[in-house]
């Protein structure tokens, strides 16, 4: 287990890297919410999901779904690194004709289960992946992965109340709860704690956990399969920006890409070279 | 066409003076004040500004409570979130009530850019004209648009203004006249109009500047509020020009060309071309890119104008 978690660790430092050159060539796109995901990201599709990036669409597959969409660079990476398309096609991201969309487009990208990109859709979706696949008599699990701003929106709480009711403990939800949002800090723009007991409230189990802590979220994610007759939510605190020091923590670059000045220093903050 | 503005900053620019002049004006936003620009508005006036969090249906149904007690709100989000996340919100709240709330969208239509389909309102203008009492405006420059804001806020009831997200050129002068319901002739012609709104309208000028060297005569008639509808505007240059091509940021389907061909079928039916995104959703790339993509440039018109005149 601790090889694996060394190993996801490296992974994930990885696809940090690709993540910052991938934005720094777009110059367009969600830095802040990318980085903070992406080690849950990197555990889900290296790890807990089963799914076979050489037939996206095979039966046998869990489903992930990106509630917070804006974050699709994250999955990207990860689809990428997986083998669902060409790492080159990373540096097509958001250019026209390209099928990496500035939101998550199942219409056109290999390994996208469904179209996000408008917050707070994304857990009613899951609520009916997690109900159909039931109804087959099937065990896929069913992931969504929300940002903690998307919880203000109304149709996440609509759906956790669905999901309780209909005790989908096949659907396991992550709240990126990395404290900031466009506006600020989500405390001061409109207050969405205590978010693991909004869900209890909700009739769903919780386990709350530090969302960069490799080992925490195997656990956890672990954890979850286990929990019968309730949806699972893993509260995961995390670090908007994570990796690069001069992004952590920062609102302000939550849309913003590196600049050409950026670039060799979020490079460095990450481990790596940088040969452009 | 000198000085480029966005209309959202010209908005942000207007609401901030307004809170000056009326202190029953109150700011709604759904988490995006900066790129709406409604925080000019809360820097200055921070007890009348209430960013409700990314909740757009409760940020509108917020807001007709305001206006219920004598405010008067403008709430601002992405013309996606506005029409598409709170449309009933808006019907039943806002425009079965006459609620006296100002829906002001920015971010409309495919110049939204990069972002890409999930964020580009290419229908948001058809579904507001669709909804009993409520006043729609599209402004084509910054400077329409302070006149714009300045007419919604002294009406009284709904107002939807969908304003963009980039820099366009200013097409009216300093001293123009904005009215509620009332198109203008900004460019006189006589073999065909162009019938144009929001950024459309700076492309339909350089198109007719560009015919008339072709020795072909094109009117440009902006259409600032597509409803109420100036028809009479409308069929004037039908019966005076005898062809007619509109032009939107917009779906074809439901918006300006649809509110044109629905006049001109019942007072003056003539040929008609219809410039718009052609009932398809958006695309991620640059916004100049897309513009050209969607076949919505000058060249696009001029293409359009030599094909009608063609049919006359
Ligand atoms: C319905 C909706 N309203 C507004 C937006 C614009 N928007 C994009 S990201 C974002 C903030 C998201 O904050 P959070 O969920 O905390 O994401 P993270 O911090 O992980 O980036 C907003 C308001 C949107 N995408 N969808
Ligand atoms: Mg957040």
């Known amino acids: 287990m601790n090889e694996q978690v060394t190993h996801l660790e490296e992974k994930a430092r990885q696809l940090r890297v690709a993540i910052v050159k991938t934005l720094h060539k777009s110059q367009s796109g969600h830095t802040g919410g990318s980085l903070s995901a992406i080690d849950m990201v990197t555990a889900l599709y290296f790890h807990k999901m089963r799914h076979n990036p050489s037939d996206p669409s095979w039966e046998g597959r869990d489903r992930f779904v990106l509630c917070k969409g804006h974050a699709a660079p994250a999955q990207y990476v990860a689809l990428a690194e997986a083998g669902y398309f060409p790492k080159e096609d990373l540096m097509t991201l958001r250019r026209l004709g390209s099928h990496l969309q500035g939101h998550p487009d199942s219409k056109v990208t290999p390994g996208v289960e469904v179209c996000t990109g408008s917050l707070g859709q994304g857990l009613s979706m899951a609520v009916g992946m997690a109900l159909g696949l039931r109804l087959d008599q099937r065990d896929n699990r069913v992931y969504a992965l929300l940002g903690d701003g998307e919880l203000q929106e109304g149709q996440v709480w609509e759906a956790a109340m669905a999901a309780a009711h209909y005790k989908t403990d096949n659907l396991c939800a992550m709240v990126d709860a990395n404290g900031l949002q466009i506006d600020g800090e989500v405390a001061k723009v409109m207050n969405v704690g205590p978010i693991a007991d909004k869900f209890r409230a909700f009739g769903w189990q919780t386990l709350e956990i530090d969302g960069h802590d490799m080992g925490a979220i195997l656990a956890a994610l672990d954890k979850a399969e286990t929990l019968k007759g309730a949806p699972t939510v893993i509260v995961a605190r995390t670090v908007k920006g994570k990796g690069v020091s001069f992004f952590e923590n920062k609102a302000s670059y939550h849309g913003v890409p590196p600049s050409d000045e950026e670039l060799p220093r979020a490079l460095e903050c990450l481990g790596e070279q940088c040969n452009l | ?312």
């Not at chain 2, 000056?20 to 759904?30: F, H, Q």
């Not at chain 2, 807001?63 to 009933?88: D, Q, Y």
């Not at chain 2, 100002?102 to 229908?123: L, R």
């Open chain 2, 1 to 312: 066409m000198s000085s480029m503005i966005a209309t959202r900053d010209a908005y942000g620019e207007t609401l901030a003076e307004l809170g000056g002049e009326d202190s029953r004006i109150v700011v709604l936003d759904a988490d995006l004040s900066g790129s709406t620009k409604t925080g000019v508005f809360a820097k200055k006036f921070p007890e009348r500004f209430f960013n409700m969090g990314i909740a757009e249906a409760n940020m509108v149904g917020t807001a007709a409570g305001l206006a219920a007690v004598g405010k008067v709100p403008f709430l601002s989000t992405f013309a996606i979130f506005a029409v598409g996340r709170a449309w009933e919100q808006v019907r039943q709240s806002l425009a079965y009530p006459k609620a006296n709330v100002k829906v002001v969208a920015t971010h409309g239509g495919v110049t939204v850019g990069e972002d890409g389909g999930s964020h580009q309102s290419v229908e948001d203008v058809a579904i507001m004209r669709a909804v009993p009492n409520m006043t729609v405006i599209v402004p084509a420059d910054g400077v329409e648009t302070k006149a714009a804001i300045r007419a919604a806020a002294a009406y009284k009831g709904p107002v939807y203004v969908r304003l963009g997200r980039n820099k366009v050129p200013t097409v009216f002068p300093a001293d123009y006249r904005f009215e509620i319901g009332k198109g203008t002739e900004l460019v006189a012609g006589t073999d065909l109009t162009f019938i144009t709104t929001g950024l459309m309208t700076a492309q339909a000028v350089t198109a007719a500047e560009q015919l008339k060297k072709e020795g072909v005569s094109a009117r440009v008639v902006h259409i600032g509020t597509i409803k109420p509808l100036d028809r009479e505007i409308i069929a004037k240059a039908a019966r005076e020009t005898g062809v007619i091509v509109t032009a939107e940021e917009h779906s074809i389907v439901g918006g300006l060309g649809s509110a044109v061909a629905e006049v001109l079928a019942e007072e003056c039916p003539v040929p008609l071309k219809r410039v718009g995104v052609n009932d398809r959703f958006g695309t991620s790339g640059k916004a100049e890119e897309l513009l050209k993509y969607f076949g919505l440039t000058a060249e696009d018109l001029v293409e359009a104008g030599r094909e009608m005149l063609a049919r006359k």
